[in-house]
């Protein structure tokens, strides 16, 4: 059975900082895309960031310079550090697996974790 769980998520003021993680289980890991997705009410999902190896990672325009995305093949962990966050960073993050070349709607999901950011 696949499991990813997200954790880290909170309250957190502008301009501060957070690292959620997200441990899978029932997979091979390494062979994974991992990414972090999310959704704000009223929006649709957005990609935060993703990756492959370390010389493959993808950004969101909006956090580009402020998210680094990483992964632990290891621990079987994707972490995703966010920076100078702002109240438009506000949603609900979920964690990500699908295979190269599939897309990630026919991944694995977690069930997500609460971010906001406000003063």
């Known amino acids: 059975q696949v499991q990813l769980v997200e954790s880290g998520g909170g309250l957190v003021q502008p301009g501060g900082s957070l690292r959620l993680s997200c441990a899978a289980s029932?997979?091979?890991?390494?062979?994974?895309?991992m990414g972090w997705y999310r959704q704000a009410p009223g929006k649709q999902r957005q990609l935060v960031a993703s990756?492959?190896?370390?010389?493959?990672?993808t950004y969101g325009d909006s956090v580009k310079g402020r998210f680094t995305i990483s992964r632990d093949n290891a621990k079987k962990a994707v972490y995703l550090r966010m920076n100078s966050l702002k109240p438009e960073d506000t949603a609900v993050y979920s964690c990500n697996a699908h295979l190269p070349g599939r897309s990630s709607e026919y991944g694995y999901w977690g069930q997500g974790t609460q971010v906001t950011v406000s003063s």
């Open positions: 990756i492959q190896t370390a010389d493959t990672r």
């Open positions: 029932g997979i091979i890991f390494s062979d994974y895309v």
